[in-house]
């Protein structure tokens, strides 16, 4: 009889013991998924400093939101912490990654949008050690970037009808894009007031939203008139005669529609200018900055001049261009010597 009760007595109190353990993994599971749902809070908050804060180009900050979206998904389907992670869990996001043949230069971005995210929380005593800190970049193959040839510029900047509106628009874009080495995205943000005519320069925004004034040559300024005089007003009339809203924007590239263009909008027009010319596809708007650059010191220009009308913070960003332009002397000795065949 004793031992009757005394197993019973033992079963309850496994029970009892099974329940609470039961209980405490539903609130360890609830406690989970608060912190995910908070994390994802962090990451909205983080991409709202990118933007009103530190002044981020909205493409930039749309990227950094599809990489941290992605993190955050794969932080639910590991089950794990966010604000708990150590660097071996990075790590194995990074590891599948790889793993699904994502490109070095694609995880290599993931996993600066995250490391950007982490710092930023450390910052706000939101975690108290960034561990992301400590894992390694994957290591990227070191190319040249993509440049035109003279002949493929003169074929793109033929490429625009400038008997037309949307001609004469794109070929003062062509030319801004070469004369001044700007990204897509700072074009796209150039107003009327951008453009000092009687000083010969335009003013850009970059990155961070850092000014720059970069002097802009004769063939560049000439297009930039053409547009002013008789293909912006002409856009502006079709945007007035379709009573679409304003006839006036600051903008200074505008779609027959009469709007302002976008980078995405920009970019677009760049691809047909390209397809029209005969380029191959891989010849994107960037392609005009890195020709920009490398035409420049190979002309003779200093690396520190060339930094600076590029906007880059660091020179060694810049210094790739001067492994870039011996390589093209190369070629065209190459072309050109009686004995380089």
Known sequence: ???????ETKREALAAHGSAGAAESVRAGRDLTAGQDRFEGCIADFTGALSGVMGYSPETVRAYAEHLAAFARWVRRAGADPFALAPRDFRRYLGEMRAARYAPKTVQAHLSSIRSLYRWMASEGIIEADASSTVASPKLP???????????????????????????????????????????????????????????????????????????????LRALSAYLKRGRPELLARRKRRAAGPAETP???????GAPMSADALRQRFGRLVRAAGLPADVTPHVMRHTFATDLLAGGADLRSVQELLGHSQLATTQIYTHLTPERLKDALHQAHPRGE
Not at 1 to 7: K, N, P, T
Not at 180 to 202: C, K
């Open 251 to 257: 903008a200074l590239f505008i779609s027959r529609r």
């Open 142 to 220: 070191r190319g040249l970037p993509r440049t035109l040839a003279a002949d493929e510029l003169a074929r793109l900047f033929s490429a625009p009808d400038t008997s037309t509106p949307d001609g004469l628009r794109d070929q003062a874009m062509l030319e801004v894009l070469y004369a001044t080495g700007a990204r897509i995205s700072e074009a796209a943000g150039l107003t009327l007031a951008s453009v000092d005519a009687a000083q010969g320069t335009v003013r850009l925004f970059g990155k961070g939203s850092k000014e720059r004034i970069v002097p802009v040559h004769e063939t560049a």
């Open 1 to 7: 009889m004793g031992s009757a009760v005394e197993g």
